[in-house]
């Protein structure tokens, strides 16, 4: 690796899920705001729906989601009467505007609800909402709550993808993260739903974890890939213990460093692609012909706060504490607290406290962000002809990095700008050169590789 690269493993930046990234999200955007755009929705308007279940039965000390540990269902219950408030109020404003495309269950863990709640949820959604015959349902899945009436459970809800976290199959690693999680226990799930019909399987892995190794690393993916999975996903653990406390559980000394992250993660890609899956932007695999690669080898790839994805709808509402939604008029989120959800959405309320709405300048940013995350390129002519003036402003910051810059982040070749292969490990800092709010955040971030 060249030094100026290796010199950027340590960087900070933000993941790119959403532009503008959701700290800079403000109080201005509300659940007023919010209604108006749920009624401002057309008729032929394609929706994706998020649901948040914001509960596990087991901490895992990695992760950085929105979730809260019970011994107990009676929260969870109570929670699911919230939700189904929401789904009524929000089904309510938007009927008769849009149809759903997708919709995605995660969490916390969504699996851990009880078979016959899990039903009942899909039920109400389908009766609520305007489905189109062929949507997608995807759902995170734990397999230490899984059994067969739960499966069952997913079946009858039409799941469509299936998608687990594997992090790493090494006992040390587990115990580490409290994440304890056999190989055998795994493919009992992926069995259980393949046997159910289910067409498409992704696993998630990490690297960068406590006492993993290249050698730990190598060994879980050789074994997730006997399962031979639709899609894979390799993150980078993110260890952000100002912003989630319980990964103070996790001592810093055991962490890899960044040379040792970067190593782990490149191994990790070459054991995947030599298998025949083919890389999908910074850190996703699937088989060539998943429709998550057909939208990569055409264009047609996007990214959101699940990650990489063929979703096309613009329309993304968020439903549960903490999520967030997608409008052409910008991002809205609902509030954190579990507690004040249920009192807001108990009197039909909008539960939206915060968000932001985009300027043109954000669109065209946005957009170049998008492709690059996606494609590690954008069109010189494609972004004038999108965005007018605003695109030819920064036409002259792409052509000045592009030309200037030592370190050769970007390229032209033809019309295009380029990441050069070398650099594309690092395209999230890439991306913050065209993020304005970036050098005056005082947010923090996980490192950039």
């Not at 992926?190 to 696993?203: A, M, P, Q, T």
């Not at 730990?216 to 006997?226: D, F």
């Not at 000394?253 to 960044?258: D, E, H, K, Q, V």
């Amino acid at each position: 690796m060249r030094p100026e690269l290796a010199a950027r493993l340590g960087e900070n930046v933000p993941r790119y899920t959403s532009y503008p990234t959701a700290p800079h999200f403000h109080p201005g955007v509300d659940a007023a705001v919010y209604h108006g755009w749920l009624q401002a929705l057309g008729s032929g308007d394609e929706i994706s729906l998020y649901l948040h279940i914001p509960y596990c039965d087991k901490l895992c000390w990695f992760c950085a989601c929105h979730t809260k540990q019970t011994r107990h269902y009676e929260p969870v219950a109570a929670y699911l009467r919230s939700l189904h408030g929401e789904i009524t109020t929000v089904a309510g404003l938007v009927s008769g505007k849009g149809r759903v495309r997708a919709v995605h269950f995660g969490g916390g863990s969504p699996t851990m609800l009880k078979p016959e709640d899990l039903v009942a949820l899909g039920v109400l959604l389908r009766d609520s909402f305007d489905f189109l015959p062929d949507a997608k349902i995807s759902i995170e899945i734990e397999p230490n709550d899984m059994d067969e009436a739960c499966l069952d459970a997913l079946a009858e809800i039409g799941m469509t993808r299936a998608s687990l976290g594997v992090q790493d199959f090494d006992s040390k690693v587990q115990k580490a993260i409290n994440r304890e999680q056999s190989f055998l226990q795994t493919k009992a799930v992926v069995d259980g739903v393949r046997s159910r019909g289910v067409e498409s399987v992704n696993l998630d892995m990490l690297y960068g974890l406590p006492h993993q190794t290249r050698g730990s690393v190598c060994s879980t993916v050789a074994q997730a890939l006997t399962l031979e999975p639709d899609r894979m996903a390799l993150f980078g653990y993110a260890h952000v213990p100002w912003f989630k406390k319980h990964q103070t559980m996790i001592e810093e000394a055991w962490l890899p460093g960044p040379t040792e992250r970067f190593a782990q993660s490149k191994l990790a890609a070459r054991a995947i692609v030599d298998k025949g899956y083919e890389a999908i932007g910074l850190d996703h695999f699937a088989k060539p012909g998943d429709a998550l690669a057909v939208a990569a080898r055409t264009g047609a790839l996007h990214r959101n706060f699940q990650g990489y994805t063929e979703d096309r709808c613009e329309t993304l509402i968020g439903l549960g504490p903490s999520s967030i939604g997608r409008f052409r008029q910008g991002y809205v989120q609902n509030m954190a607290s579990t507690a004040e959800y249920g009192r807001v959405v108990a009197d039909g309320g909008l539960a939206a406290v915060r968000g932001i709405a985009l300027s043109d300048d954000d669109r065209v940013r946005g957009w170049i962000i998008e492709r690059l995350m996606c494609d590690f390129a954008f069109s010189a002519i494609d972004l004038v002809e999108r965005f007018g003036e605003a695109g030819q402003r920064l036409l002259l910051q792409s052509s000045s990095m592009a030309l200037h810059d030592p370190v050769r982040l970007l390229e032209l070749d033809g019309d295009k700008f380029v990441v050069p292969a070398a650099s594309r490990p690092f395209v999230r800092s890439i991306a913050a050169k065209f993020d304005k709010y970036f050098e005056s955040s005082t947010a923090r971030h996980s490192v950039a590789v």
